[in-house]
């Protein structure tokens, strides 16, 4: 793709993009995320096999229980690790291929070495602020839902007051629908933080306020952009895995779950998240190059940087 392509996008042309990119270079992503899908293949069929011993054999002992629990812990923190890097090398890759630049799956993990922890540090702090501020969100459909019962009972008086436990209940559905929504909306202030980590090289606490900067008065944009993305994920997953999980519903019932049925759910899953999994991050990275085209001239920047630059020899790498 060309530099002189930058330009601010609407939501049909990021997403046309964000599938073009993908298409073009389908080999790169997948290969990229193929690394930390391979990671749940084994936990999955770990899980697998207790649910099978304890359909066949009865409840598994609590020894067994402390041991699951305290393996589950151990590999999320280095599934979460795995896919951290992952999300890095997706940044670069799809930075590298959107710029008209050529890239490796070996290259782009190349180009996250020396910044793991920095990227650690960009997800747990994000998360934990998204989380507490998650808790803060049920808190208040808490409160409001409690009002609401309240009210309900001073009106009824012990007498039902059906039109008013209508009202009531749907005060209360909205509250709940509110209160996630201004969530996610809060937590879209995140959502290039990783890209502007490693783009820009800034550290952590900056990156955070850097997305935050980046994403104002463009997070609905950006909203219905992962939204669609994340459903594309959700349907490659029923593709990959539905037949499987159709079949441990009936292996279930029969009160058998066959060896091979594990290891099947766990390929498919890995191979489906691998092929479905770049394209949120490609619609992540490509809405953190339109707010800076839009806000910063990135594109006017980057043409002026590329005349700059020395014209590379005959199959010298990128200077990037």
Not at 45 to 71: D, E, N, Y
Not at 146 to 166: F, K, N, V, W, Y
Not at 193 to 207: D, M, Q
Request: with cysteine.
């Amino acid at each position: 793709m060309d530099a002189t392509d930058l330009r601010p996008l609407a939501l049909g042309e990021l997403l046309d993009r964000t599938f073009r990119l993908y298409r073009n270079h389908f080999w790169l992503f997948v290969g990229i995320m193929a690394i930390p899908s391979a990671f749940s293949v084994p936990f999955t069929v770990l899980i697998f096999s207790m649910q099978s011993s304890a359909i066949v054999g009865g409840p598994p002992s609590p020894k067994l229980v402390v041991g699951m629990v305290l393996f589950g812990l151990a590999f999320f923190c280095l599934f979460c690790a795995v896919y951290s890097v992952a999300i890095g090398a997706t940044t670069y890759a799809v930075s590298e291929a959107y710029l008209g630049r050529k890239v490796t799956v070996r290259g782009a993990y190349g180009k996250v070495h020396g910044n793991f922890w920095r990227i650690i540090g960009v997800v747990v702090v994000a998360l934990l602020r998204a989380y507490g501020m998650l808790i803060l969100a049920i808190i208040g459909i808490a409160f409001v839902v409690g009002i609401s019962a309240g009210i309900l009972a001073a009106i009824g008086r012990g007498q039902p007051r059906p039109i008013a436990g209508i009202i009531i209940g749907l005060v209360m559905f909205l509250a709940y629908l509110a209160g996630i929504g201004l969530w996610v909306l809060w937590s879209l202030r995140y959502a290039v933080s990783i890209p502007a980590l490693l783009l820009e090289r800034v550290g952590v606490l900056a990156a955070l306020r850097r997305s935050v900067q980046l994403t104002r008065g463009r997070r609905w944009q950006m909203l219905v952009a992962i939204f669609l993305c994340t459903m594309i994920a959700y349907v490659g997953a029923i593709v990959f895995q539905g037949p499987f999980f159709i079949t441990l519903i009936f292996s279930a019932r029969s009160g058998h779950l066959p060896e091979w049925l594990a290891y099947a759910f766990a390929m498919s899953g890995a191979i489906g998240g691998a092929i479905t999994g770049p394209v949120l991050l490609i619609a992540l990275v490509l809405c953190y190059y339109d707010t800076r085209i839009r806000k910063e001239a990135f594109d006017l920047e980057f043409m002026m940087s590329s005349l700059d630059r020395p014209v590379p020899a005959p199959g010298a790498g990128s200077l990037a």
